[in-house]
């Protein structure tokens, strides 16, 4: 049990940023959060607060890098709501009919 308990303390000393504090972000669409977890993973080692922190100050500092992710991100968004984003074809069967035309069946 001490053991447990001494495990726990060692994770929030390392684990935990002294000044830091929970956040919770809800309803961010699942492509963004996949990105944002690409992101952490590969540039800060699975720390989401040191690249939530890194994308902030880049916002504020105009660092091209984050703008372009920002951008990407708008124009898709964009695209999404002018229903610009290509639908998956259903795959079926085509029939050509005698006069020529094709129905799908």
């Known amino acids: 049990m001490d053991n447990e308990l001494e495990i726990e303390n060692i994770k929030k000393k390392v684990f935990?940023?002294?000044?830091?504090?929970?956040?919770?972000?809800?309803?961010?669409?699942?492509?963004?959060?996949k990105e944002f977890k690409d992101i952490a993973n590969k540039e800060f080692l699975g720390d989401y607060g040191m690249c939530f922190k890194?994308?902030?100050?880049?916002?504020?500092?105009?660092?091209?890098?984050?703008?372009?992710?920002?951008?990407?991100?708008e124009n898709r968004i964009s695209d999404l709501e002018q229903g610009k984003v290509?639908?998956?074809?259903?795959?079926?069967?085509?029939?050509?009919?005698?006069?020529?035309?094709?129905?799908?069946?």
């Open 54 to 73: 890194w994308i902030l100050e880049g916002f504020k500092k105009g660092d091209p890098q984050v703008y372009a992710m920002l951008e990407n991100h």
């Open 16 to 33: 935990r940023h002294p000044d830091s504090t929970d956040f919770y972000m809800k309803r961010v669409p699942i492509e963004v959060v």
């Open 86 to 105: 290509n639908q998956p074809e259903k795959k079926g069967k085509t029939i050509k009919m005698l006069n020529g035309k094709e129905k799908k069946v």
